[in-house]
């Protein structure tokens, strides 16, 4: 592998031993060339007690991403052997939804991309699930009397709350 005459303030552009210009570098072992698969962990978003929404970028030149998605754990540095999502194969972008996470419990996960080299992680990310019914509730409520107290249900979560202001009656 070699680097092309570009300046280290650009972005990466390499050339192999094929004279093929990548930017990705491919390195050679016992005569095969093997190419570098670069693995980005999407930020973690839509946290909930039990479950959160993640994914990963994966760029390579090379076509041999035979299993790619995220893998997850209460200690650092999750491998796919804990708990893993299966999120297809090849490069490119994708998202995964972590389910059965226990509330209140801090996480962290990492994308990874299986090649027939090995399994290749991405960088590590941390995040903490909502405790139990600490999830954002929101309605609408219908009320004839301003500033009384109501008993407001979702679900099986129930609260106490003074409907204040303007109130439309619904009708």
């Keep these: 592998m070699t680097r092309s005459g570009r ?17 990705v570098p491919s390195l050679s072992r016992y005569g095969r060339e093997l190419t570098a698969v670069l693995i980005r962990t999407s930020s973690v978003s839509s946290v909930t007690s039990s479950s959160a929404i993640t994914g990963g970028t994966i760029s390579s030149s090379a076509g041999e991403i035979s299993s790619r998605g995220v893998c997850w754990s209460t200690s650092s540095n999750p491998v796919i052997t804990n708990s893993r999502t299966i999120d297809g194969s090849g490069s490119g972008s994708f998202t995964s939804r972590i389910n059965g996470l226990s509330p209140g419990t801090s996480y962290y996960v990492r994308a990874y991309a299986v090649t027939e080299n090995g399994t290749i992680y991405g960088n590590q990310i941390s995040f903490t699930t909502l405790y139990s019914g600490y999830e954002t509730l929101s309605a609408a409520v219908y009320n004839e009397y301003p500033n009384e107290v109501r008993n407001i249900t979702f679900g099986n979560v129930s609260f106490n709350k003074i409907v204040e202001g303007p109130v439309n009656t619904g009708r």
Excluded: L, M, T, Y
């Design 7 to 23: 300046d280290a303030s650009s972005s990466a552009d390499f050339v192999n031993k094929s004279g093929r210009r990548s930017d």
